[in-house]
């Protein structure tokens, strides 16, 4: 398992790449989980400003 910053750019290249499973929202947080074609299990966190990280889960 690893954890990755990522730009507002490639955060939503990612979103829309992955199948999302569940979202959530929370105090400003967005949490995607679902299933990326090449990178498997990921979870994916963004602030209301783009920008956010990523959890590759193996």
């Given amino acids: 398992?690893?954890?990755?910053?990522v730009e507002p750019q490639l955060l939503q290249d990612l979103i829309a790449e992955m199948?999302?499973?569940d979202?959530?929202?929370?105090?400003?947080l967005?949490?995607?989980v679902g299933l990326?074609?090449?990178l498997g299990r990921v979870v994916?966190?963004?602030?209301?400003?783009?920008?956010?990280?990523m959890?590759?889960?193996e």
Avoid at 23 to 28: E, F, L, P, R
Wanted: aromatic fraction near 0%.
């Fill in 1 to 5: 398992m690893r954890i990755v910053d």
């Fill in 23 to 28: 979202t959530k929202q929370k105090n400003g």
């Fill in 36 to 38: 990326h074609p090449t």
């Fill in 30 to 32: 967005t949490v995607k």
């Fill in 44 to 53: 994916v966190v963004s602030g209301p400003d783009g920008h956010g990280m």
């Fill in 55 to 57: 959890v590759e889960m």
């Fill in 19 to 21: 199948q999302v499973t």
